[in-house]
């Protein structure tokens, strides 16, 4: 007879015996500020002629693994330069998981690193592709320790380095100069891969330097644009190095119904840009409004959350759970992080129904 505790003893790695499931709280009945989604949804006629286009796609077959209109279509609307190229993924966590397994050496442990906090995702494919993760703590500001990171590429060798630009649970920007730093440090012994998730609302890119820096890489998602629910992420870099990764890629993974709604939402990304610019508009407000309340500290962001200091982050989270608002305690990731929570900003009603609970927990 099978014991399934002595199977899993005898199979399953002993990290992965110890670790647990990536949590993601059950958001029915509460307003859901606490996953950076866009709130919006495309406009009635828009979604009536998605209906019809993906009632047309092809769902008995496996898609065409080249995916070349798709890319294209990203290349030409999303600002790849010339003979630049992309590859995609079921979301950019599928493309971190791809890097970490195409560069995890098997003839030594190979290192992964990110500036600390960062988003998690980074440190987990790390050690599930059996890589050393190296974190390096931000300043109290947030903004990046310059000389730390260039100490620890010198003393870690870094096969990659991961800079979120805008920075999750942060929100800032790092400064451009910081970031030329790290990448030309790292040269041809390491990859920096910028991670531009929050690009649509930060308005700024490293997208077009690739061609000044080829072990630069640009990461980015259609999920904060307004498409978390199709899941499609794409990585920009040049050919060359991009081919590698392609090789650890599992040939099928965008799927049909993804790469058509993807590719409807890029003839019509004027749509998704006017939502992002509405959502930068109340993120304005929304932190004017938070930074006039005592004892709350703002922090400056270019993404589409904002990440504040309050004076009792389980309070308030309590406060606002108990008023069914989902929002993200950091408390425990960090400790430049202590008593910070992050909330996405919404449509101003919501962000209203975030504001009135916040004051009344503090
Ligand atoms: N990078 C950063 C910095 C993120 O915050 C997130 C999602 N929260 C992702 C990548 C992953 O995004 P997705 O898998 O939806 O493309």
Not at 65 to 77: E, G, P, V, W
Not at 294 to 322: H, M, W, Y
Not at 342 to 350: A, G, H, K, L, M
Request: hydrophobic share 45%; aromatic share 8%; proline share 6%.
């Amino acid at each position: 007879m099978t014991d399934i505790d002595t199977l899993i003893a005898n199979t399953i790695r002993e990290d992965v015996r110890a670790g647990h499931i990536y949590n993601v709280p059950d958001a029915s009945g509460y307003i859901k500020l606490d996953a950076m989604e866009n709130p919006y949804e495309l406009p009635e006629h828009l979604r009536q002629e998605l209906a019809t286009r993906l009632a047309e796609a092809v769902l008995n077959r496996y898609p065409v693994a080249s995916y070349t209109t798709l890319k294209q279509k990203i290349c030409a609307n999303l600002g790849v330069p010339q003979s630049y190229d992309v590859i995609l993924g079921n979301g950019s966590d599928e493309i971190i998981s791809i890097i970490a397994t195409a560069t995890a050496r098997q003839d030594k442990r190979a290192v992964l690193m990110a500036p600390s906090p960062a988003f998690v995702m980074f440190q987990r494919s790390a050690q599930f592709a059996g890589m050393d993760y190296v974190g390096v703590p931000l300043k109290a500001d947030f903004s990046l320790d310059r000389a730390a990171m260039l100490a620890a590429i010198e003393k870690h060798k870094p096969a990659v380095v991961f800079l979120a630009y805008p920075n999750n649970p942060t929100g800032n920007l790092y400064d451009e100069a910081d970031m030329v730093a790290i990448i030309e440090a790292l040269g041809d012994t390491g990859i920096a891969v910028v991670d531009e998730a929050y690009q649509p609302f930060a308005r700024t890119s490293f997208m077009e330097r690739l061609p000044q820096y080829p072990n630069l890489m640009v990461m980015r998602t259609l999920s904060k644009l307004g498409l978390a629910g199709i899941r499609l992420g794409y990585l920009a870099a040049a050919p060359a190095l991009l081919q590698q990764f392609d090789k650890v890629r599992p040939p099928y993974n965008v799927n049909v119904l993804t790469q058509v709604a993807a590719e409807f939402a890029l003839d019509h990304i004027d749509v998704l840009n006017e939502q992002a610019a509405q959502l930068n508009q109340a993120r304005g407000e929304l932190a004017s409004a938070l930074a006039a309340l005592p004892g709350v500290t703002v922090f400056p962001s270019s993404a589409n959350f904002i990440t504040l200091r309050v004076p009792d982050a389980e309070r308030t989270c309590a406060k606002l759970f108990a008023e069914r608002v989902l929002i993200k305690n950091l408390s425990k990731m960090h400790e430049l992080l202590a008593n910070c929570i992050r909330v996405t900003v919404s449509t101003p009603e919501e962000n209203s129904v975030f504001l009135n609970a916040l004051k009344a927990s503090l």
